[in-house]
């Protein structure tokens, strides 16, 4: 396996397709447990899929953006998960690279390889400024890959008069936090994305970053790591979070069909891969397959040129990438379910791995940076000059 300082892109994605049949045989079993296999874990663990966005000067590889999207498409074709699961704990080794360099060095001292989850904060959440930070109380939902973290970055909000709150990132070990067991869902049931509880936990100011801050160009951590990585903005880059697993489980649900699909016969005894009705719908769902991907990619390597020359690009910019990554969204939902339909009746099984694949699409498209009329709306807004519904992009 290569040392950090040389392994390449074709090897990271070569790593990640070589685990689609182990990850699309797991994947029932994962799902009935509620969270990824230990030995999945392992596995990304292994191929250093956690080490993509983590700087080189803790280990890491640096990798521009369009890596992580596609290893991550390509885990969501065996378990769309797994795919969450990686894409949220490795999405955060970008956001610690942008943090003061004290608390990363001290973070790195106790375990390079220590991991981060995220949660959001339900309506129970309440937060308070205190002298040198604030303290946190009550329940923070969606912490999807808790069960592998050794931190949580809470999602707070705290009011300012007239304006939107403003919102920070703020950072606790697990032992500040209870995870409670309540992830009991139709889809991405295997992410383990439970809640965890504080009670009255202080949080200091160095372990918050206010997101608004962090739209591009140099960070706190540029002085440790001088890559431009750590100068994309972190909000309007967000979403492919998210956006790059729904396209793996789409693309699984296309090769689930097309296994199928392989001399498979309706009642009337005809080929359905002789079918035309069956032909359209398979390239159509691969069509929006290929655009979502486009879509994605290239605006990872448009992140990624402003990024190389430190500057932030304009709101119009940032805001239409939120917006490409929950159209591909649509894209890829849209894809399954147009398969659905050539899937009949015999794939209706809860157990069946093409079913798991439309539950978790659906799963997937409901999260909220995916939510196209929401980013449909930012975009259309800017587009005339009017301030962004959300002002953290």
């Known amino acids: 396996m290569s040392s950090a300082a040389n392994v390449t892109r074709e090897e990271l994605v070569g790593r990640a397709q070589d685990m689609i049949p182990t990850l699309r045989a797991r994947a029932g079993a994962a799902e009935a447990a509620r969270r990824m296999p230990d030995e999945t874990h392992r596995d990304f663990m292994d191929a250093g899929f956690y080490k993509i966005y983590r700087a080189k000067k803790f280990g890491g590889y640096e990798m521009p953006i369009r890596v992580m999207v596609e290893v991550v498409s390509e885990i969501g074709r065996g378990c769309g998960s797994s795919a969450w699961v990686l894409s949220n ?141 750590y100068k994309a903005p972190i909000w309007a880059t967000g979403g492919k979070m998210f956006s790059a697993p729904l396209l793996g489980i789409a693309r699984g649900a296309l090769d689930l069909t097309l296994d199928n699909l392989g001399g498979r016969r309706a009642v009337t005894g005809a080929d359905l891969a002789q079918q035309q009705s069956v032909h359209m719908r398979l390239a159509e769902a691969e069509a929006e397959l290929d655009a979502a991907a486009a879509l994605m990619l290239t605006d990872a390597d448009i992140v990624m040129g402003y990024a190389e020359l430190g500057e932030i690009a304009p709101l119009q910019e940032r805001v239409r990438w939120r917006r490409s990554d929950a159209y591909a969204g649509k894209l890829c939902l849209q894809a399954v379910e147009r398969l659905h339909a050539l899937a009949g009746a015999r794939r209706l099984a809860s157990t069946d791995p093409f079913q798991r694949h439309w539950r978790d699409a659906h799963a997937a498209a409901a999260q909220i940076s995916l939510a196209w009329d929401v980013m449909a709306t930012n975009s259309g807004r800017v587009m005339f000059g009017l301030a962004p519904g959300d002002p953290r992009v």
Request: negative net charge.
């Open 89 to 229: 704990i490795a999405g955060h080794e970008k956001s610690h690279g942008m943090r003061d360099p004290a608390v990363q060095t001290e973070i790195r001292a106790k375990d390079p390889e220590q991991l981060t989850c995220a949660a959001f904060p339900s309506r129970e959440a309440k937060v308070r400024r205190v002298d040198g930070g604030i303290v946190v109380d009550g329940m923070w939902n969606f912490a999807s890959g808790v069960d592998f973290a050794d931190w949580c970055e809470l999602n707070v909000f705290l009011p300012r008069e007239g304006r939107h709150p403003e919102h920070f990132f703020a950072l606790m070990p697990k032992a500040d936090y209870e995870v409670i067991d309540d992830w009991f869902v139709t889809g991405l049931a295997a992410t383990g994305s439970r809640s965890v509880k504080v009670s009255e936990v202080f949080i200091s100011e160095r372990m918050m970053m206010p997101s608004e801050n962090f739209r591009g160009g140099p960070t706190p951590g540029s002085t440790l790591h001088p890559g431009p990585l």
